[in-house]
């Protein structure tokens, strides 16, 4: 590869140039250190897989939200609905972790998460504000909070709970969890 084709290839690629010894004369590639094409559409498909699951619960609070007292009903039991917003807001932020780059225990990771699930909380109960049959209560944002926490760092440090959050639905339907 010589002349023209060198020159496309170094082109085509991008990055630093690279002397290329090997082949005879005095061609001269580009080695990449972007990431390939293929690998970006790959990334961007996995980062959209997991970017569904936290869309369709936040359309589900939404939804729930904007009923009243009425529907959708829970037990009657005091304070069930802070119990409520800590387990589902826990699995938002838990949602919200599983979609953010990063390593497991990544402290940025985590305050993203965080954030993202508070600032929905606080939406959640501005909204509930304008509904004349719902009321807005402060401590429910802090139920949000505890439950983010809580959930992240189980999720972190909790391999089965991990391992369940990685299994298809279906899979989990015949109770035939991920393995390791």
Do not use: H
């Given at each position: 590869m010589s002349g023209h084709g060198a020159a496309w290839l170094?082109?085509?690629?991008?990055?630093?140039e690279v002397p290329s010894s090997n082949l005879g004369g005095p061609t001269i590639f580009r080695s990449s250190t972007r990431?390939?094409?293929?690998?970006l559409k790959a990334r961007s498909l996995i980062s959209l897989r997991f970017l569904i699951p936290p869309i369709a619960l936040l359309a589900t609070i939404a939804w729930g939200s904007s009923f009243d007292k009425s529907s959708p009903q829970g037990p009657d039991l005091d304070y069930f609905d802070k119990v409520a917003h800590f387990f589902v807001f826990g699995l938002l932020s838990t949602l919200w972790y599983r979609w953010l780059p990063g390593g497991l225990r990544s402290s940025k990771r985590f305050a993203w998460a965080f954030a993202l699930t508070i600032v929905y909380g606080i939406v959640?109960?501005?909204i509930q504000s304008y509904n004349p049959l719902r009321t807005s209560d402060p401590m429910d944002i802090v139920a949000d909070g505890v439950g983010a926490i809580v959930a992240i760092v189980?999720?972190?440090?909790?391999?089965f709970y991990r391992r369940v959050l990685e299994t298809p639905i279906l899979d989990l339907l015949r109770l035939k969890i991920a393995p390791d």
């Open positions: 170094a082109r085509l690629s991008g990055g630093q990431t390939p094409p293929s690998r959640d109960e501005w189980v999720y972190c440090r909790w391999r």
